[in-house]
């Protein structure tokens, strides 16, 4: 008989967060349970607890936090890459589509809203998703600011650019219609839409009737050139 290959205690881990990453993100926190896990691991049903004491919902949170780390990492690196508060936004969304687009399990991970989910992950989501809120708060207030706009709002749209984006990355995962680059031009023009009709300061005269060529635009480059005229031509009015 061969001698059956004796796993060290690091490896165990290992086995049992990649299987766990796999389940959950395929069955989502609900419906998984701790026996596919170590199935999929190769290893018993008391090591896992061995491990993670407090069971799927120890487990869930060491999946989840690696991911969060990751993706938080790769969004900030990308928004903080430049100093333009327009190209920060187009680069954090394309930086979250990514995500999602090259970590698909990962994504749902994030994305999940079980009612089922314990206290702590929720609390854990909830702290993250206001982190990321914040930052994008940061660059829509310095891009409403160069368009002569009060900053006011930009915790509002912050929200709203988040969720849309979550629930646009949910389906396009499924629906391949338009490449990542389209659909981050889409969003940055709905975000650029709600601006239509705020307050602004002075004698400002935002051109957001010149929108409709974003859609049109060849590419997403394309489609932030014509918006840096529109703040061109907005900081020029103003002068």
Known sequence: MPMRLRLSRDERRRRLLVAAQEVFGENGYRKTEVEEIVRRAGVTKPMLYRHFPGGKAEVYMEVLDEHLSRMLQKLWEAMESTDVPLEALRRGIEAYLRFAEENPEAF???????????????????????????GLADSIGAVMEEAGLDREGAPIYAHVLLGGVESVGSWWLENRTLDRAAVVTHLLAFLWRGFEGLPQRGRLRLELARLSDLAAARGPLRAIDLLRQDLARAGEQRA
């Open 108 to 134: 749902h991970l994030l994305a999940e809203t079980s009612p089922e989910l314990d206290a702590g992950i929720v609390d854990r989501l909830r702290e993250v998703r206001t982190s990321i809120a914040r």
